[in-house]
Protein backbone atom coordinates (compact mmCIF):
# COMPACT_ATOMS: atom_id res chain seq x y z
CA UNK A 1 0.00 0.00 0.00
CA UNK A 2 1.65 3.58 -0.91
CA UNK A 3 1.09 6.11 1.17
CA UNK A 4 -1.12 9.34 0.24
CA UNK A 5 1.52 12.47 0.43
CA UNK A 6 -0.27 15.79 0.34
CA UNK A 7 2.88 18.29 1.03
CA UNK A 8 3.06 21.52 -0.49
CA UNK A 9 6.17 22.13 1.98
CA UNK A 10 8.03 19.75 0.05
CA UNK A 11 8.87 17.69 3.49
CA UNK A 12 7.32 14.67 3.08
CA UNK A 13 10.12 13.01 2.07
CA UNK A 14 12.39 13.80 5.70
CA UNK A 15 8.85 12.88 7.10
CA UNK A 16 8.88 9.68 5.66
CA UNK A 17 12.83 8.89 6.83
CA UNK A 18 11.96 10.29 10.33
CA UNK A 19 9.00 7.57 10.30
CA UNK A 20 10.83 4.59 8.54
CA UNK A 21 13.24 5.00 12.16
CA UNK A 22 9.63 4.10 14.35
CA UNK A 23 8.82 0.39 15.72
CA UNK A 24 6.25 -1.54 16.67
CA UNK A 25 8.14 -3.73 19.16
CA UNK A 26 5.97 -6.62 18.36
CA UNK A 27 6.71 -6.42 15.24
CA UNK A 28 10.90 -5.61 14.67
CA UNK A 29 12.82 -5.42 12.31
CA UNK A 30 9.71 -3.88 10.08
CA UNK A 31 9.34 -0.26 10.87
CA UNK A 32 5.83 1.24 10.48
CA UNK A 33 5.93 2.22 6.85
CA UNK A 34 7.14 -1.09 5.75
CA UNK A 35 4.13 -2.57 7.58
CA UNK A 36 2.08 -0.22 5.70
CA UNK A 37 0.63 1.50 9.32
CA UNK A 38 1.47 4.76 7.84
CA UNK A 39 -1.72 6.16 5.39
CA UNK A 40 -0.72 9.81 4.73
CA UNK A 41 1.72 12.60 5.42
CA UNK A 42 0.31 15.82 5.20
CA UNK A 43 2.17 18.86 5.44
CA UNK A 44 -0.04 22.61 5.45
CA UNK A 45 1.12 26.46 5.21
CA UNK A 46 2.65 27.62 8.92
CA UNK A 47 4.83 24.12 9.25
CA UNK A 48 1.95 21.67 10.13
CA UNK A 49 2.53 18.00 9.77
CA UNK A 50 0.29 15.29 9.92
CA UNK A 51 0.42 11.62 9.97
CA UNK A 52 -2.42 9.79 9.41
CA UNK A 53 -1.78 6.10 10.76
CA UNK A 54 -3.72 2.74 11.93
CA UNK A 55 -2.18 0.28 14.44
CA UNK A 56 -1.86 -3.53 13.55
CA UNK A 57 -4.57 -3.68 16.18
CA UNK A 58 -7.43 -1.50 17.70
CA UNK A 59 -6.11 -3.04 21.25
CA UNK A 60 -2.41 -2.13 20.70
CA UNK A 61 -0.54 -2.13 23.69
CA UNK A 62 2.19 -0.23 22.62
CA UNK A 63 -0.16 2.73 20.63
CA UNK A 64 0.34 5.35 22.75
CA UNK A 65 4.50 4.95 22.62
CA UNK A 66 4.18 4.72 18.35
CA UNK A 67 2.11 7.74 18.28
CA UNK A 68 4.52 9.72 20.71
CA UNK A 69 7.41 8.07 18.84
CA UNK A 70 6.27 9.21 15.51
CA UNK A 71 4.69 13.20 16.90
CA UNK A 72 8.00 13.50 18.31
CA UNK A 73 10.38 12.64 15.43
CA UNK A 74 8.32 14.39 12.63
CA UNK A 75 8.33 17.87 14.73
CA UNK A 76 11.86 17.29 15.19
CA UNK A 77 12.47 17.96 11.33
CA UNK A 78 13.45 21.24 9.95
CA UNK A 79 10.72 23.27 8.26
CA UNK A 80 8.04 21.30 10.70
CA UNK A 81 6.34 24.02 13.82
CA UNK A 82 3.98 21.40 14.58
CA UNK A 83 3.40 17.70 14.40
CA UNK A 84 -0.21 15.89 14.31
CA UNK A 85 -0.95 12.40 14.86
CA UNK A 86 -4.59 10.85 13.69
CA UNK A 87 -5.10 7.50 14.18
CA UNK A 88 -7.85 5.73 12.07
CA UNK A 89 -8.54 2.31 11.50
CA UNK A 90 -10.39 2.54 8.33
CA UNK A 91 -9.26 0.67 6.46
CA UNK A 92 -8.08 -1.77 8.98
CA UNK A 93 -4.93 -3.00 8.09
CA UNK A 94 -3.79 -6.51 7.28
CA UNK A 95 -0.55 -8.02 6.32
CA UNK A 96 -1.01 -7.56 2.36
CA UNK A 97 -0.22 -3.96 3.49
CA UNK A 98 3.30 -4.88 4.54
CA UNK A 99 6.10 -4.40 1.66
CA UNK A 100 7.63 -7.20 0.35
CA UNK A 101 10.85 -6.52 2.52
CA UNK A 102 8.30 -6.45 5.83
CA UNK A 103 7.15 -9.63 4.85
CA UNK A 104 10.51 -11.03 4.16
CA UNK A 105 12.05 -10.08 7.41
CA UNK A 106 9.11 -10.89 9.20
CA UNK A 107 8.68 -14.75 7.54
CA UNK A 108 5.46 -14.22 5.61
CA UNK A 109 6.63 -14.95 2.41
Not at 41 to 54: F, L, Y
Not at 85 to 97: G, I, K, Q, S
Amino acid sequence: MSIIIMDPLGLAPKIQEALESVYDPELKPANIVDLGLVYEIITKEGGIAKTVMTLTAPGCPVAGEIMDEVQRKVAAIDGVNESLVELTFDPPWNRDMMSEEAKLELGFL
